[in-house]
């Protein structure tokens, strides 16, 4: 069942969405070579805490931190942890708030240094692609369309892979609420709406779209070790028929 949000519900949701904009550029600040995960983990903590909201990761489904840290080949759900950010490293930053009963949710990718041509390949094409399908989301379309935009964007320019078993989601006072939003071309019967609130966050593979679990239950990783990059953005569609991006300050 989509949960429908009204243009007030939406207005709430945009300052969740908005902090999450704030925490990314505050991690943006402190990336850089000898940085761990679990340094960047506890500064979004400690942030959050200070905006009067939760991280709507810690505790959910037992992950014990406030953002998910997903370095290099990692291609979601990566754990903060001791690892030192080193010269040429990418990573994905992760952070879903809860401010007032509302769940915000968006990630970025950073850079360590300089970094690999394909690496920055790899990320600005994922830009790319995220903006393109928000491009393509329309009232009365299918929902489909966002896939087949990012598809457009990334079999166009690029031998790149798209991630299907991680999707985008509705989001509102649940973390993760119907339609499931797939980032590939796959028919669904569901049409965008207005009230619709939901995520777009397409993961984009060097290589093989392949990917295994780590025994932690959490890290997904590249088949081949290769490089995977992620950006998420919160979409709201108002009464209007509008599309915004609620992400974004
Ligand atoms: N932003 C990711 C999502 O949209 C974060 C997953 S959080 C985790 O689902 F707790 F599941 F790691
Ligand atoms: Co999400």
Request: charged letters at 20%.
């Amino acid at each position: 069942m989509i949960h429908l949000k009204t243009d007030k519900e939406i207005y709430e949701m945009r300052k969740a969405g908005e902090l999450t904009y704030q925490l990314l550029d505050l991690v943006g600040q402190m990336i850089k070579p000898g940085v761990s995960t679990l340094e960047i983990d506890k500064m979004v903590h400690g942030e959050i805490l200070n905006s009067n909201a939760f991280p709507g990761t810690l505790g959910y489904r037992g992950f014990k931190h406030s953002c998910c840290t997903s370095v290099n080949d990692v291609i979601c759900h990566g754990i903060p942890s001791d690892y030192r950010l080193k010269e040429g490293d990418i990573l994905n930053v992760d952070i879903s708030p809860r401010l007032n009963g509302w769940y915000g949710d968006s990630s970025r990718m950073f850079t360590v240094g300089e970094v690999s041509d394909t690496a920055n390949k790899l990320i600005s094409t994922t830009e790319t692609a995220l903006i393109g399908a928000i491009q393509c989301v329309r009232v009365g379309d299918n929902l489909s369309e966002i896939g087949k935009g990012i598809e457009a964007v990334i079999f166009s320019i690029s031998n790149f892979s798209i991630v299907e078993d991680y999707v985008g989601h509705g989001i509102g006072r649940s973390f993760h609420e119907d339609p499931a939003v797939f980032h590939y071309n796959r028919p669904t019967g569901v049409k965008f709406q207005k009230g619709m609130v939901f995520t777009i966050e397409p993961m984009i593979n060097e290589g093989t779209k392949e990917w295994i679990m780590l025994d932690d239950g959490w890290t997904v990783k590249t088949k081949d070790g290769l490089l995977s990059a992620q950006m998420e953005h919160t979409i709201a569609i108002n009464s209007k028929g509008d599309v915004e991006v609620i992400s974004l300050p």
